[in-house]
């Protein structure tokens, strides 16, 4: 067994961002609260079921045990907040993931095999071509699933260390970049690709010069399925649209002030909600480094400034012709991570005021002991959209926490609506040693909003399958003193949390519609299979700003990859 009792004293070095925590707290603030310790670092995370988190981390000294040996994945039980160790096959060191169309859970990419000193290895395989397979899980314990590998037959065209991935129009996943093996810092031995699961090219990637222009802080561009199909990627300073179909690449603005915002000067970026009747789609860019990529590594600092920018722009012509428009965070953040709630803000959490993504390759790690990056963000940030230009920050009502979120580190919307954070390790390997500043951390903790503390509505007799561009009608029950005026209904795809960005995370609005006597709500479902990727997604009813719990749903008819197109088109 392993001891982390002295972790609760170890306290992480402060700056004084003193924008938060000065309002009263009362019944309906949000809180954090320590429930449970992982058996791995949770350095990735997604939610698989409604009582499940799958976290996957790297072969290199968890305490977690399996088959006598180290476990590097485990699945955590939000019912009882203690997980257990799942069998892998190859090394998850640091990959990507996604639902497909069916249900499946696809994780993609790793690390070779590695033997540091003083680590009693076990028999791992390569990883950096890893695809497994986590199956649709019904047992709300976990126990009989397992991810299934077979590197021999089931693995992507290349090596993928540090690529992203997300679910497009068809079901599919989309693979993008990462770099062929382990790199210090910048991606010098890249992989300037794309490539699907299952394959469009027949176990051919397709080469992407906006990639190679990326160079070289490309790793895990972030990417998102736009409703007319194509897909967005920002990677480092530049961004662009790539039509799948017609297989182009079409440029768009650079960032302003040349941010930087893909490992290792990660940034972090979001799909807006979308919203009826026509999806306009808004992506939103926060925090990473402005420090030139022509300054090596070694001339960097843990403490050089994180950028606080954070940049939206709307694709669509007039929105591209505008370009970016900039706005600041109260806060500077290197590896930040943006979570869409339900009633459709973006909480802004973890990550650094200062420094870099990654592990010793600034020059001087030895005052963070190890770590790139220094200065915690302690206190998240709530990001409304739709408030006007320069008033759409606010940490009011937020808590601070003294844990440190940084490299390595993951979060997610649970089902319940809750935050689940877990992880950090800016470390090589586990470090369990009082007198480092950012030990390897364990501690499962919540932010709870204040819908949480509060009677909330509930929906239930939500059919299992949503079709396309239909109409559903099911129970709900608002609790007296709600304003049913003010109802919101999410389709939510919780993503994938790796390395500061939450791929496929997005949020559809549907129009809805409450029976007189308020005991139904008659909801329109996305038109077609392009403004939601088919796959599973979660239902939030959210009335009067009180979030119900979500409910597990199958968007589109549940076939296997790649699915034909579903519903009607959007007419814009
Ligand atoms: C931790 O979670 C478990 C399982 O949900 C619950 O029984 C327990 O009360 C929680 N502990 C705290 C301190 O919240
Ligand atoms: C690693 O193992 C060697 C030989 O067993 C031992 O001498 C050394 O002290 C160990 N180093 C660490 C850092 O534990
Ligand atoms: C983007 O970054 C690259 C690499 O550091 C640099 O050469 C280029 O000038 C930057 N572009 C813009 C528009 O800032
Ligand atoms: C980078 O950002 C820091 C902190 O915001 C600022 O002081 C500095 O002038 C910026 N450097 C450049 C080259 O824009
Ligand atoms: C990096 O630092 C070294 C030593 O301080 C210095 O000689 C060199 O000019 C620096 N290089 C750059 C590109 O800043
Ligand atoms: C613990 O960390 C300190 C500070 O980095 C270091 O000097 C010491 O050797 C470490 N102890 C062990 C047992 O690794
Ligand atoms: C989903 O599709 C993938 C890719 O074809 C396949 O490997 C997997 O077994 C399928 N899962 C189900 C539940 O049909």
């Known amino acids: 067994m392993w001891s982390l009792t002295f972790l609760s004293s170890f306290v992480s070095v402060a700056v004084s961002l003193s924008y938060a925590a000065s309002a009263p707290r009362t019944k309906n603030d949000w809180s954090f609260v320590r429930n449970g ?18 976290m996957f981390d790297r072969v290199l000294g968890d305490p977690l045990q399996i088959n006598g040996h180290q476990a590097w994945v485990e699945l955590w039980n939000l019912e009882t907040n203690t997980g257990f160790a799942v ?17 499946t859970m696809v994780s993609v990419g790793g690390t070779e095999v590695e033997f ?13 071509m890893g695809i497994r397979l986590f199956e649709p899980c019904t047992d709300p314990t976990g126990r009989s699933c397992t991810l299934f590998e077979d590197p021999a037959t089931l693995h992507t ?31 010098i031995i890249p992989e300037n690709s794309f490539e699907f699961f299952p394959s469009k090219d027949n176990g051919q990637t397709r080469p992407s010069p906006f990639l190679e222009q990326a160079l070289p802080s490309n790793l895990f561009p972030r990417g998102f399925a736009l409703p007319d199909g194509k897909v967005f990627v920002v990677a480092n300073n530049i961004s662009m649209i790539y039509d799948v179909e017609a297989q182009t ?22 799909l807006l909600p979308l919203s009826p009747p026509d999806y306009i789609p808004e992506v939103l860019v926060c925090g990473g480094s402005n420090t030139s990529d022509s300054i090596p590594s070694l001339n960097l600092s843990s403490q050089d400034p994180a950028s606080d920018q954070c940049t939206r722009i709307t694709l669509t012509p007039e929105g591209i012709e505008k370009g970016w428009v900039v706005e600041k965070m109260p806060a500077g953040r290197i590896m930040p991570e943006m ?10 959490i973890n990550g650094g005021a200062t420094g870099y993504a990654a592990i010793k390759s600034v020059a001087d790690t030895d005052i963070t002991d190890g770590s790139n990056a220094d200065h915690p963000v302690f206190t998240p940030v709530l990001y409304t959209p739709d408030d006007a230009l320069g008033s759409r920050f606010s940490s009011e009502g937020l808590p601070t926490t003294d844990i440190a979120r940084l490299y390595h580190s993951s979060v997610t919307l649970t089902p319940s609506g809750n935050i689940f954070l877990a992880g950090s390790n800016p470390n090589v390997g586990v470090v369990l040693n009082e007198s480092v500043i950012f030990n390897t951390d364990f501690r499962v903790q919540f932010l709870n909003p204040p819908y949480m503390s509060v009677e909330r509505p509930t929906i239930s007799e939500i059919p299992e399958k949503l079709a396309f561009n239909d109409k559903v009608t099911f129970n709900i029950d608002i609790p007296k003193g709600l304003d049913t005026g003010d109802i919101k209904v999410a389709l939510m795809d919780l993503g994938f949390s790796s390395h500061a960005f939450h791929s496929s995370s997005r949020l559809v609005f549907m129009e ?45 008819n549940g076939a296997s990859p790649p699915v034909e197109d579903q519903g009607v088109p959007l007419h814009t």
């Not at 310790?37 to 799958?54: D, E, H």
């Not at 768009?252 to 002030?257: G, I, T, V």
């Open 87 to 103: 069998n892998a096959i190859t090394d998850t060191f640091c990959a990507s993931g996604s639902f497909l169309s069916n249900g």
């Open 37 to 54: 310790t992982t058996g791995i670092t949770a350095t990735q995370s997604i939610v698989v079921s409604p009582t499940l988190i799958l």
């Open 512 to 556: 809805a519609e409450l029976s007189k006597d308020e005991k139904s709500l008659t909801i329109t479902t996305p038109p077609n299979n392009r403004v939601y990727p088919p796959g599973p997604a979660y239902v939030f009813v959210t009335v009067d700003d009180v979030t119900s719990k979500g409910t597990q749903v199958m968007v589109g």
């Open 157 to 187: 065209a290349t090596y993928r260390w540090y690529p992203s991935s997300l679910r497009i129009f068809d079901g599919s996943l989309m693979i993008l970049g990462g770099s062929s093996a382990i790199v210090q810092f910048y991606n």
């Open 249 to 270: 690449e079409t440029m768009l603005p650079s960032l302003p002030n040349d941010i930087h915002v893909t490992n290792p000067k990660d940034g972090t970026a979001t």
């Open 339 to 348: 979570i869409l709630m339900p009633n459709g803000q973006v909480l802004i």
């Open 116 to 128: 540091p000193p003083n680590v009693t290895t076990p028999p791992e395989a390569d990883g950096r």
